[in-house]
């Protein structure tokens, strides 16, 4: 090995040992969802981003379950870290332009601009509930209702 090669390697080692690590893998304690932050245990690294970009377009956003297992990466020569993978999702969120897609513990959202899907399929059910029918059949009142209701469990 030559000169050039031992110091190249010395250097490596060097990073190595006092440097910060390129990746950090720990427990969730807490997450931040207005601050697209979240915090590790046992490290000393405070608030790691969801995203690399806080603050700026949203694009994808993943928020781990406080207890699951993180993995995060060191944003080039910063000391700041973000979120590449984690062992549960608490909430998977895509923005593309307008329209918002989001799966969470509880909710299921898709919309765009200020339209949502649950509010057409609820304003539908709604405007065949009160019809009438004089010849036939009248709309099932309480299939609606429990349309209504399974809606409401499954949109937010």
């Known amino acids: ?8 390697e010395g250097l490596r080692r060097f990073a190595e040992r006092f440097g910060p690590a390129p990746t950090l893998l720990g427990t ?5 969802a207005d ?3 979240m915090n590790v245990d046992e490290l000393d690294i405070p608030d790691i981003r969801l995203r690399p970009v806080v603050g700026g377009s949203e694009g994808i956003t993943v928020y781990p379950k406080e ?9 080039e020569q910063t000391d700041e870290f973000m979120l590449i993978a984690c062992s549960e999702v608490a ?4 923005v593309v332009d307008d329209m918002v897609y989001e799966v969470g513990e509880d909710k299921f959202l898709l919309k765009k601009g200020n339209d949502s899907l649950k509010d057409v399929i609820q304003l539908i059910i ?12 009248n709309p099932v009142y309480a299939k609606l209702t429990q349309a209504l209701d399974k809606l409401n469990n499954i949109f937010q």
């Open 91 to 94: 909430k998977y969120r895509l």
């Open 126 to 137: 709604e405007a065949v509930q009160p019809i009438v029918v004089i010849y036939g059949n």
């Open 35 to 37: 601050l697209c932050t």
């Open 1 to 8: 090995m030559d000169k050039q090669e031992q110091i190249r």
């Open 28 to 32: 969730v304690v807490s997450v931040d």
């Open 67 to 75: 207890g699951a297992w993180a993995v995060a990466v060191r944003l």
